[in-house]
């Protein structure tokens, strides 16, 4: 009888089967790291205090808050240094994987400096998440003029690798 666990057959694999020792289980180390795979494998964005997220939805999209307390099973507090402290559903925000060492509930002053310490604004403009929404805040923002020299810009830029194709193809033929 073979053992199978996330798709895998791990008889195979030197897992021991259902009838053997179990305190040799803990020992084997194919049990062990698979354990290990299931352990860490998880979701690792947690609601805790100091937990950087992203507004999705309302007046504040788009916006970065920390937050500094949780208020129960759906709500949080949420600051951020340009707006004033308010309680946000969880359904509204969206967990980064940046946070910050505050405890909870502190002043203006103190998530200012904690914000600036961690250096939480350039980790969010280069990570790849930030680039992507910096870029479509660009591009809403484009006028038709700009759109229509974005697209002689592409249809040059195409022409000129189309170019260097053909001679590449040339080369490689004689």
Same mark, same amino acid.
Request: glycine share 4%; net charge positive.
């Given at each position: 009888?073979?053992?199978?666990?996330?798709?895998? +057959?791990?008889?195979?694999?030197?897992?021991?089967?259902?009838?053997? $020792?179990?305190?040799?289980?803990?020992?084997?180390?194919?049990?062990?790291?698979?354990?290990?795979?299931?352990?860490?494998?998880?979701?690792?964005?947690?609601?805790?205090?100091?937990?950087?997220?992203?507004? $999705?939805?309302?007046?504040?999209?788009?916006?970065?808050?920390?937050?500094?307390?949780?208020?129960?099973? $759906?709500?949080?507090?949420?600051?951020?240094?340009?707006?004033?402290?308010?309680?946000? +559903?969880?359904?509204?925000?969206?967990?980064?994987?940046?946070?910050?060492?505050?405890?909870?509930?502190?002043?203006?002053?103190?998530?200012?400096?904690?914000?600036?310490?961690?250096?939480?604004? +350039?980790?969010?403009? $280069?990570?790849?998440?930030?680039?992507?929404?910096?870029?479509?805040?660009?591009?809403?923002?484009?006028?038709?003029?700009?759109?229509?020299?974005?697209?002689?810009?592409?249809?040059?830029?195409?022409?000129?690798?189309?170019?260097?194709?053909?001679?590449?193809?040339?080369?490689?033929?004689?």
């Amino acid at each position: 009888m073979s053992i199978m666990l996330v798709g895998l +057959n791990l008889k195979s694999h030197g897992f021991p089967s259902p009838s053997s $020792n179990p305190s040799r289980r803990l020992t084997d180390p194919h049990f062990c790291a698979i354990c290990l795979f299931l352990l860490l494998q998880p979701f690792k964005r947690f609601v805790e205090i100091g937990r950087v997220a992203l507004v $999705n939805y309302g007046e504040d999209y788009g916006r970065l808050v920390v937050i500094v307390d949780v208020i129960d099973q $759906n709500r949080a507090l949420v600051d951020a240094p340009d707006m004033v402290r308010c309680q946000m +559903n969880f359904k509204r925000l969206t967990l980064t994987d940046i946070t910050i060492k505050i405890k909870r509930i502190p002043k203006k002053k103190t998530l200012i400096e904690a914000m600036e310490a961690a250096d939480v604004k +350039n980790k969010w403009e $280069n990570s790849s998440w930030g680039r992507k929404l910096i870029v479509q805040k660009r591009r809403a923002a484009l006028t038709d003029f700009d759109r229509f020299k974005l697209m002689l810009a592409k249809i040059k830029r195409a022409g000129l690798v189309r170019q260097e194709l053909a001679q590449l193809k040339k080369q490689t033929a004689t």
